[in-house]
């Protein structure tokens, strides 16, 4: 009987990558390896690339595609439960992620079925990594505000339809109470002594941490995954060359 979680090989016309998936994030876990044994990823490209902040893949719609056709939008008919393992697992580099829709269509922040990006990023320095966990801190209380009104969105619509400001007035005035209260009863943001050691040494994109699944790392290539962030690029952050993937279960 097995009892360990396969390692995954991600053969490219760069190289290959070997990513080991987490076993505390078991729904995106053993959804990419049934893909993978499946040959879903087989001939599909890294088809978005951003140069020091990562390289994304997993678009079925990318088999194939002719040049400049805009890709990133499919995917199978379903979508996962996000799986927050923060702060254990974080965006630093070389770390498996999965894409999602934005926060506006989709704040339970569930992700893609099928498309992944690995992280690249950049160094901090300590005073930058201050800084941005006093913006995400600030960050907190619109989240909060912003997932409480979400349980009042029927009553919202219709006051704006009937023009009752007093009305839309009292509840932001409520809800503002309630954030206000909700901050100060949970401890404010900051990254973790083993983040900031590996953001101000390694690197990564400390600003989607809690944001993104996080349910891998590459623990052999990420050489492979410098070369692709770093071809060039057309429209949509798309490779001028083509960077054409195979993904196998190492059994």
Not at 3 to 19: E, Q, Y
Not at 93 to 107: C, E, F, K
């Amino acid at each position: 009987m097995q009892t360990t979680t396969p390692l995954v090989r991600i053969s490219t016309n760069l190289g290959d990558i070997v990513v080991r998936l987490y076993d505390e994030t078991p729904e995106h876990r053993d959804n990419f390896l049934k893909l993978a044994r499946e040959g879903y990823y087989d001939s599909t490209l890294f088809h978005r690339v951003i140069k020091d902040f990562m390289i994304q893949g997993g678009d079925p719609d990318s088999k194939g595609a002719p040049a400049g056709k805009r890709l990133g939008s499919g995917g199978p008919e379903y979508t996962l439960p996000a799986e927050f393992v923060y702060p254990q697992y974080y965006h630093k580099r070389g770390v498996l992620s999965a894409a999602r829709q934005a926060d506006q269509v989709n704040p339970e922040r569930r992700s893609s079925g099928s498309q992944f990006y690995i992280v690249w990023g950049k160094t901090y320095s300590e005073k930058e990594l201050t800084q941005l966990a006093a913006q995400l801190d600030g960050q907190r209380g619109q989240q909060i505000f912003n997932e409480l009104a979400s349980h009042h969105r029927d009553s919202i619509q219709a006051m704006y339809k009937a023009g009752d400001q007093k009305g839309l007035m009292a509840l932001q005035q409520r809800l503002a109470a309630e954030t206000d209260k909700l901050l100060k009863a949970t401890p404010g943001f900051a990254f973790t002594p083993e983040q900031v050691k590996d953001y101000t040494t390694i690197g990564g994109t400390p600003f989607l941490d809690n944001q993104y699944t996080v349910f891998g790392e590459v623990v052999e290539g990420l050489d492979v995954v410098e070369k692709i962030q770093s071809v060039a690029t057309g429209s949509a952050d798309r490779p001028k060359e083509d960077v054409v993937m195979k993904v196998t279960v190492e059994e």
